[in-house]
């Protein structure tokens, strides 16, 4: 009776020890689980960051382009009209044929004619809310549906449309508003 006794007590000890010892794995588990998707959220942020980094507008031009602005966002006399009216874009003076770069990542959502912007070229920014806007151009070097990277050739420079020089005229929409293209791209002259 006595040694069932002491038989049962070191049963009861070692699956208590046992016991324990799941505890612990458990333990051990939860936290790696834990750890992994802390890791997991880290490297989804991390390609977020990668994609904000992708389509955060860049120069639409070579920077020595991007020195002579004819026009800026803001009231003027429309030079064709000669009546008042809002700017809503930046005009960058550029010679016939200078190298037009998408300004950030993104999808071509019209590549073609416009009666008063000429050859004009859109990117959706992969649905951000935002869209550029490439104008006047002389050649459209994309097509409608294509996907872009930021800095790859769009275009170039050209007085097509309502212009009366060679330049481009580069907008910028958020939610479909214009916004100025000054918060993004600093004016370098
Ligand atoms: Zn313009």
Known sequence: ???????????????????????????????????????????????????????????????KSMTKVSSTYSYRKNPITNKPEFHAGIDYKAPKGTLVYASAEGVIIKAGWDDGFGNTVQINHDGNGYITQYSHLDAIMVKLGQRIKQGEIIGTVGSSGEATGDHLDFRITFLEKYINPQVFIPLSN
């Not at 208590?16 to 799941?22: A, L, M, Y």
């Not at 994609?51 to 031009?61: E, F, K």
């Open 1 to 63: 009776m006595i040694l069932y006794f002491i038989d049962k007590l070191r049963v009861d000890a070692v699956e208590k020890s046992q016991q324990h010892i799941v505890a612990m794995v458990t333990k051990i588990d939860t936290t790696q689980n834990l750890m992994l998707s802390a890791i997991m959220d880290l490297k989804k942020d991390d390609s977020v960051a990668t994609v904000r980094m992708n389509h955060y507008p860049s120069n639409p031009l070579d920077v």
